[in-house]
């Protein structure tokens, strides 16, 4: 085994706090009421095919907000064993800097996680409001997830009048500050370059000219081929705020979709679910 050398770095009070506040982020719906699980699928059985379909994407959306915040905690720890990044060195240490390049990767997968879970959320309202044409075939179901847009959802919303807290709810959360940070990032990641932390020194961006002669070509330098840049705490918090927004927001959706009332529908013998439209 390689030697290690694991003498403490020193950490400022917020990020040794990132563990603890980790632990007391929001829980999901099925986590708070694991026993509703069952009482669901057995009321569903008289319901529409779109709110069975509905009622997985609930369960979808907690399973991929539980990766993201896994990935959450990992990168929020500084006592990863990390090697030297001399090949001739065998000890594995715990600078600040090499933790920083570790918790890197970890929030790199929650920024990913927490962006697509938003999709879900969509889901929930396509089917469980039955936005969408008659499903009668798995070709039917395709298309119609297919179409699962905020545009097309909205257009068939705001024929509704009483949907309008609904629309409003769901802009607020898409326009706050840390959901719309998360999404940028994402966006980057998938698209145009990798994001880096401030507290971790990368490697110098390129400068380079295509040599043809033409006295127009452009410079393309590091400005506009370097990487996103965040500090590390801020970060954090806007995962663990899009975090709690998102769990927010589900709950609403459960509200609003009535399948809060689902233990007193099996209690009480009703055979519907109620909601607003």
Not at 41 to 54: G, M
């Amino acid at each position: 085994m390689p030697a290690t050398s694991a003498s403490p770095i020193a950490i400022s009070a917020a990020e040794s706090a990132l563990p603890q506040r980790i632990r007391h982020l929001k829980t999901t719906h099925l986590d708070r009421h694991p026993d509703t699980d069952r009482p669901w699928l057995l009321v569903l059985l008289q319901a529409s095919p779109s709110k069975h379909i509905a009622l997985k994407k609930i369960k979808d959306f907690e399973t991929v907000i539980t990766t993201a915040r896994y990935s959450l905690s990992c990168g929020c720890h500084f006592d990863h064993p990390v090697y030297s990044p001399n090949p001739q060195d065998p000890t594995r240490h715990y600078t600040k800097e090499a933790q920083y390049h570790y918790n890197l990767h970890h929030l790199k997968n929650a920024v990913l996680w927490y962006n697509s879970s938003s999709d879900y959320l969509l889901q929930i309202i396509w089917f469980g409001f039955e936005l969408h044409p008659p499903l009668h075939s798995p070709d039917d179901y395709q298309k119609t997830l297919n179409a699962c847009r905020w545009g097309n959802i909205h257009n068939r919303l705001k024929n509704i009048p009483e949907s309008r807290p609904l629309r409003d709810r769901y802009h607020s959360l898409q326009m706050d500050s840390a959901i719309r940070q998360i999404r940028e990032l994402a966006n980057s990641l998938k698209h145009r370059c990798l994001f880096e932390l401030e507290e971790s020194p990368s490697p110098r961006d390129p400068t380079f000219q295509i040599d043809t002669n033409d006295p127009t070509d452009y410079i393309w330098n590091s400005p506009l081929l370097a990487s996103p840049v965040v500090k590390y705490l801020d970060l954090v918090q806007a995962l663990i705020t899009t975090h709690d927004l998102l769990i927010d927001f589900e709950d609403y959706l459960i509200d609003l979709l009535g399948f809060d009332q689902l233990p007193e529908v099996i209690e009480y013998g009703k055979t519907h679910l109620v909601s607003p439209f």
